[in-house]
């Protein structure tokens, strides 16, 4: 296996190309230009969990391609704020802001979220995190800093895919991580960490089965697609891929690595 393989430049690099958003809509039922393992009826469910109006002004952390968020405030009429740090992410999300006319209500940002979030206190009415939050370093101080950007009875939620659920090798670790930076929390450790920094924790769901499904299906549409993607993205960078898919389907669906969706509120 490749050493490190590249999952997201490819993907924010190729939005347009008709092979990556063919893979997308085989994966998910619907192009949304994601890179996660979130349903489409996940997808559905978010908005509804943080009450969102027109009124509101919503953060996004890992926002990738940008298209959700434009999804977001295309149909709910909310203000979204989307930040990454993968530039080609934001590159293309603001590029699809000005060809939605778009600009005036949702804007993307390069952005470490490891560090200080330059918002200004109590300044957001809903933040979530689609399967970010496991990439970023220092993740007590990022629920602080979440929790200071909110007002008073706002939601979080976001996912976290790395939550071990039993014994797993080096070498599947070693595969689960190699498109990135990956922080993997035993049980109960988001939960514990939400509440250090202040919310009030909502609800917690059990949403393993979605990556598993997710997986499966992203690495057969990929498979179908070998050729055009190869020519792409080069022969080792798609096998690494593919082993990548495999280890969650694998992980996932033998439960050794769990996901669960985390709905929390800063108090009021």
Not at 158 to 176: F, K
Not at 192 to 212: K, N, P, S
Not at 258 to 264: I, N
Request: aromatic content about 10%; some cysteine; glycine content about 8%.
């Amino acid at each position: 296996m490749p050493e490190k393989v590249d999952l997201y430049d490819s993907a924010y690099s190729h939005y347009e190309a008709d092979v990556y958003r063919e893979v997308r809509i085989a994966t998910y039922g619907e192009d949304l230009g994601q890179t996660s393992w979130v349903t489409n009826e996940e997808s559905g469910e978010i908005p509804r969990i943080l009450r969102l109006t027109p009124a509101c002004r919503v953060l996004e952390i890992g926002c990738g391609s940008g298209r959700y968020a434009l999804q977001l405030a295309e149909t709910f009429g909310c203000s979204v704020i989307g930040v990454d740090i993968n530039e080609l992410g934001i590159r293309n999300g603001n590029h699809l802001a000005r060809v939605r006319n778009l600009s005036d209500r949702v804007t993307f940002e390069h952005c470490d979220v490891s560090q200080k979030l330059l918002f200004a206190d109590a300044s957001f009415d809903a933040a979530f995190a689609n399967d970010v939050m496991c990439h970023i370093s220092g993740r007590p101080a990022v629920f602080q800093e979440v929790f200071r950007i909110l007002k008073p009875s706002a939601r979080f939620v976001y996912s976290d895919a790395l939550i071990i659920g039993g014994i797993v090798s080096h070498e599947e670790i070693a595969s689960r991580s190699s498109i990135g930076y990956y922080l993997f929390s035993p049980p109960g450790h988001n939960e514990e960490l939400l509440q250090r920094a202040g919310f009030r924790l909502i609800e917690v769901r059990d949403t393993t089965d979605h990556a598993t499904g997710i997986a499966r299906r992203w690495r057969d549409a990929r498979e179908q697609n070998r050729e055009a993607l190869i020519a792409s993205e080069s022969e080792a960078n798609f096998v690494g891929l593919q082993q990548f898919l495999s280890c969650v389907q694998s992980l996932t669906s033998e439960r050794r690595l769990l996901r669960f969706l985390y709905t929390a509120q800063k108090r009021g």
